[in-house]
């Protein structure tokens, strides 16, 4: 008989954003692996619950098919606050119409797989555990509170040391704890012994085909979050000063800070940046694969030094050098794996510098394409990862018994 889980996260399919996509491929392998997965999560609203009214977004058969197994729970607040009070409220919403289904629930489950920020779907989690009597598996995707902490959504010293109780908590909680960025051990160093790192990967299927560009046009790609995370100072200066040169901007972007940079580049009529709304990861990857340069920015918080951010993942998926205003892990990987620039200043003049220094050397960005593929082949395919949180997961579920 299948082995049954009950995946529990606040962000699933069709969400855009690494952490909606990476719990869709978790669910995806596991069920190609024989498990029987039920996913509790909410309706979409990540990072609007707008977007999600357009079916174009809603465009994998093979998830749209089994719809029985996601029980998505409606939440009163409609809006993804920034906020920190309305997010907070937010978050507890959907902790407590978890655990009211939690209890209500009557089925049976051999492992609890969640995920966690926000750490109140955490909490859940752990209800869940005992309530089903059975292990729990911790998958962490962001260090939280460091994470809001480094976007300064609060500094409260009380408020800080509150939720790093909550966070040592959850973390003894539970039986085995997955980590997505290996920048993260240090954090955990006192919970080594139940750690390991399992990437934000890409499945073989969705890595595009090679093929012959049509357009001699040098593009160059911002996809994700303009957020509070996300230097768009720097970003603005880069799309100012290139605006001469044969270089289009490409920006698949969507978060708090994106209205002000799309009536800026407006006004001053930077024609050569084109805004992209919102699509699904399949056109997302398709868009980024048409492109020569992938950019991240993060902020100057020393919080940052230790994530890897998804975009970097799916630019590098896409055989898309990087250029990057990034220290710490992504910083280390990037460099020695050949397959970027790093902006050690953190500066807009040497994104710049870096920028033009790919589009005068056609052949550098043919060798770090080549050395993206090589990578992420190596370290970052969901079709291997599978195979290690399989294992993981019989291992755990056999320490039940």
Not at 6 to 13: A, C, K, V
Not at 37 to 61: A, I, M, Q, S
Not at 73 to 91: E, I, P, Q
Request: aromatic share 12%.
């Amino acid at each position: 008989m299948s082995k049954r889980i009950l995946l529990i996260t606040q962000n699933f399919y069709p969400e855009i954003g690494s952490a909606g996509n990476r719990l869709k491929n978790i669910f995806l392998m596991l069920h190609r692996k024989g498990y029987d997965v039920k996913v509790l999560t909410t309706d979409p609203t990540y990072p609007e619950k707008g977007f999600y009214d357009c079916h174009d977004l809603w465009d994998e058969e093979e998830l749209n098919s089994q719809n029985e197994k996601f029980i998505r729970l409606k939440v009163k607040n409609k809006k993804y606050a920034f906020n920190f009070l309305n997010r907070l409220f937010y978050y507890l919403e959907i902790m407590f119409r978890m655990i009211i289904f939690i209890f209500k629930d009557k089925n049976k489950y051999d492992l609890i797989y969640v995920t966690t920020p926000p750490i109140f779907v955490a909490f859940a989690g752990i209800i869940a555990k005992f309530r089903y009597k059975t292990k729990m598996i911790l998958d962490i995707r962001d260090l939280w509170p460091d994470s809001l902490k480094g976007v300064g959504i609060f500094k409260n010293p009380m408020i800080i040391g509150f939720f790093k109780r909550a966070e040592k908590y959850v973390y003894s909680q539970s039986d085995h704890i997955i980590i997505n960025s290996q920048g993260f051990q240090k954090h955990l160093q006192d919970q080594e012994a139940k750690l390991t790192f399992i990437p934000n990967s890409a499945r073989r299927e969705e890595l595009p085909r090679c093929k012959t560009r049509m357009s001699k046009e040098f593009k160059v790609v911002f996809a994700g979050n303009l957020g509070l995370a996300q230097d768009v100072n720097v970003f603005r200066d880069i799309v100012i000063r290139l605006k001469d040169y044969n270089i289009k901007f490409m920006i698949l972007g969507y978060g708090v800070n994106k209205k002000e940079l799309e009536r800026e580049i407006l006004e001053r009529e930077l024609n050569h940046v084109e805004f992209i709304m919102p699509v699904s990861r399949k056109e997302c990857l398709k868009i980024m694969a048409n492109c020569d340069v992938g950019i991240a920015t993060l902020n100057n918080s020393v919080i940052f030094e230790t994530v890897l951010p998804g975009r970097i993942i799916d630019y590098l998926s896409c055989r898309l050098p990087v250029v990057a205003s990034v220290s710490g892990y992504s910083k280390e990987l990037i460099e020695r794996e050949k397959v970027g620039l790093i902006a050690n200043t953190k500066t807009s003049n040497e994104m710049v510098s870096h920028i033009l220094h790919l589009y005068n050397n056609p052949n550098l960005v043919e060798s770090m394409k080549q050395n993206c593929g090589t990578f992420i082949e190596k370290n970052f395919l969901w079709d291997k990862n599978i195979l290690i949180l399989d294992e993981l997961i019989k291992n755990t579920i056999k320490k039940g018994n």
